[in-house]
């Protein structure tokens, strides 16, 4: 019998918040991050460690601006009207002063989010629901395997700097390539591995390096996240290979190659359905 995860689900409310713009770093060749301040998430109670908003988008074409009533837009107006959603996570929030650091993937001019990011300045604003979260380091592990591509690193690294007592960790981390580095946190429990595509597919040489760490003897709790493509294999890798407990897996797709977030979200539940219908059949064979 295995104990569950800390672990609730905090969906965003439906009422938009706003922040603005209030510092620009970029922090490597592929990743931008903003700094906000937001009155609206003083005094918040946020006990995650991947804490994570919907950026609102307007669609192009559309008659309205911020400040708008959400509800009432989606009431009154036809679909491609609503406002587009693209998921990012805290990468340092604070409830005192109103203040919170996300890093943006820039991978290229596809998209809304990464390229908003990328021509964004002081004193622009992000209108957003949330935020929402689900997941933070148990004590009753003693160790954390953690992977993901740049994408999860916000949310990886958050968990690094909030291990339980005593408790190490491994996290696997895919880069573009070895001149990608960013800051990491550092102690003595944590082993930051970085895993370089060097052109690769995303998500192929991260499950390599998941695979070559094995699973540890230690009462482990997993933590991956990132492309999907390295999901569906990290899944049968954890839950066939290695017949993981579920509940001590935390694992999600947060983006596909060649889909919009739309077009992934739409698409999630079938590609769980689809794995879990091949894991049922691997472990049965
Ligand atoms: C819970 C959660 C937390 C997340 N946190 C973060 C975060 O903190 N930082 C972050 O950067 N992302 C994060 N993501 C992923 C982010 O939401 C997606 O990458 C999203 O698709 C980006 O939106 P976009 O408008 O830039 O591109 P989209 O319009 O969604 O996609 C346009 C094209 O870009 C490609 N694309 C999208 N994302 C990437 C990527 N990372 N690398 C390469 N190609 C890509 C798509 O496959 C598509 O072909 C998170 C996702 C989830 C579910």
């Not at 074409?61 to 998921?87: F, K, N």
């Not at 209108?127 to 949310?155: I, K, N, R, T």
């Not at 794995?275 to 059949?281: C, L």
Request: net charge negative; glycine share 8%; hydrophobic share 40%.
């Amino acid at each position: 019998m295995t104990t569950p995860e800390v672990r609730s689900d905090r969906r965003p409310r439906m009422s938009p918040k706003s922040a603005e713009v209030t510092s620009i770093m970029r922090i490597s060749p592929d990743l931008i991050r903003l700094g906000f301040d937001c009155p609206g998430i003083i005094g918040a109670d946020l006990p995650f460690t991947d804490h994570y908003v919907k950026i609102l988008f307007i669609p192009q074409g559309a008659d309205y601006t911020w400040p708008y009533d959400l509800a009432e837009i989606r009431d009154s107006r036809p679909r491609d009207q609503h406002p587009v959603t693209r998921t990012y996570t805290f990468r340092h929030v604070d409830t005192v002063s109103g203040h919170f650091d996300i890093d943006f993937v820039t991978h290229g001019d596809q998209g809304l989010a990464g390229p908003w990011a990328q021509r964004a300045e002081i004193g622009d604003t992000l209108v957003f629901l949330g935020p929402g979260g689900a997941w933070s380091p148990s004590p009753e592990y003693e160790h954390f395997v953690l992977a993901g591509d740049e994408a999860a690193a916000p949310a990886i690294f958050a968990a690094l700097e909030a291990l339980p007592q005593g408790a190490t960790a491994t996290a696997y981390v895919e880069i573009s390539s070895e001149d990608a580095l960013f800051d990491a946190p550092r102690s003595a429990s944590v082993d930051v591995v970085w895993v370089p595509r060097n052109g690769a597919t995303h998500g192929t040489r991260l499950i390599e390096a998941v695979r070559a760490g094995g699973f540890p003897e230690k009462r482990t709790s997993w933590f991956i996240h990132g492309v999907a493509e390295m999901i569906r294999e990290t899944r049968r890798f954890l839950f066939v290979e290695g017949a993981v407990d579920r509940s001590d897996v935390s694992i999600s797709g947060y983006w596909r190659l060649g889909m919009t977030e739309d077009q992934w979200q739409a698409s999630k539940r079938d590609f769980n359905e689809e794995n879990e219908a091949e894991e049922r059949a691997a472990s049965r064979a």
